[in-house]
């Protein structure tokens, strides 16, 4: 179930929490935390420790299902710019990579498309 958050003292954005499939380049794959209009915070698995440093701009794109008005399911894409603002290690897991909780900041408006064989 997703819910609405809000931070009145910290954020000026309202927060939609929800795990949606969040994707790099490098085929680096995670899951969101939460969402913004300004940005995202997510969780990954990767064997790179650098690739996800503070002050770095990555390309991501985020996928979620809708239901149209017909009922039927649809994926829907958005995929754009995040500057890393923080990143913390969570654990090492050794057979997989090391596991981190990563924010970014959007830097442009993402982009969306539903692909045609949904």
Same mark, same amino acid.
């Given at each position: 179930?997703?819910?609405? $958050?809000?931070?009145?003292?910290?954020?000026?954005?309202?927060?939609?929490?929800?795990?949606?499939?969040?994707?790099?380049?490098?085929?680096?794959?995670?899951?969101?935390?939460?969402?913004?209009?300004?940005?995202?915070?997510?969780?990954?698995?990767?064997?790179?420790?650098?690739?996800?440093?503070?002050?770095?701009? $990555?390309?991501?794109?985020?996928?979620?299902?809708?239901?149209?008005?017909?009922?039927?399911?649809?994926?829907?894409?958005?995929?754009?710019?995040?500057?890393?603002?923080?990143?913390?290690?969570?654990?090492?897991?050794?057979?997989?990579?090391?596991?981190?909780?990563?924010?970014?900041?959007?830097?442009?408006?993402?982009?969306?498309?539903?692909?045609?064989?949904?």
């Amino acid at each position: 179930m997703l819910a609405k $958050v809000t931070f009145p003292n910290r954020r000026r954005r309202q927060r939609l929490n929800g795990g949606f499939e969040i994707s790099f380049p490098d085929q680096v794959k995670g899951r969101t935390k939460n969402v913004s209009s300004n940005g995202a915070s997510f969780e990954v698995i990767t064997d790179d420790i650098n690739a996800f440093l503070p002050g770095t701009i $990555v390309p991501l794109e985020i996928t979620t299902a809708n239901t149209t008005l017909d009922s039927k399911m649809k994926k829907l894409h958005l995929s754009g710019k995040g500057l890393v603002v923080s990143r913390e290690v969570v654990e090492e897991v050794t057979d997989l990579g090391i596991r981190l909780n990563i924010a970014v900041q959007f830097k442009e408006k993402l982009n969306f498309w539903v692909p045609s064989n949904n």
